[in-house]
């Protein structure tokens, strides 16, 4: 059973960088049929997607978000990660990261981590 796991600070200063890691085990990333997303839910709101990784390394963003959003992945390591830039206050939420058995079904969610940014 594959399970995934956030890590990554919690407080990020406004026009700082966030950067998160997901360490999988039990499946491998570069597995096919498989892909590796980002997810997050602000207060009050429903949840965003924000990229994802395939098996073969190609990388797709929301378009609202694509100039600061960036997908890596270290294969050896069996982990992926997740860059944001010049973050805001907005950017305030809980952060999850989930294997997506193409197409459209997310089968397996980290337990997600808080982000704040705040001065």
């Known amino acids: 059973q594959v399970q995934l796991q956030e890590s990554g600070p919690g407080l990020v200063k406004p026009s700082q960088t966030l950067s998160l890691t997901c360490f999988v085990s039990g499946g491998s990333i570069s597995g096919n049929f498989y892909a590796w997303t980002w997810i997050r839910q602000s207060p009050g709101k429903g949840l965003e997607w924000l990229g994802i990784?395939?098996?073969?390394?190609?990388?797709y963003y929301n378009p609202s978000l694509k100039s600061r959003t960036s997908v890596d992945r270290d294969i050896d390591k069996n982990q992926f990660s997740l860059q944001l830039t010049s973050v805001t206050p907005d950017d305030t939420a809980v952060y999850f990261c989930v294997r997506e058995l193409l197409p459209s079904c997310f089968d397996s969610w980290g337990q997600g981590t808080q982000v704040t940014v705040s001065s």
């Open positions: 990784i395939t098996s073969d390394g190609s990388t």
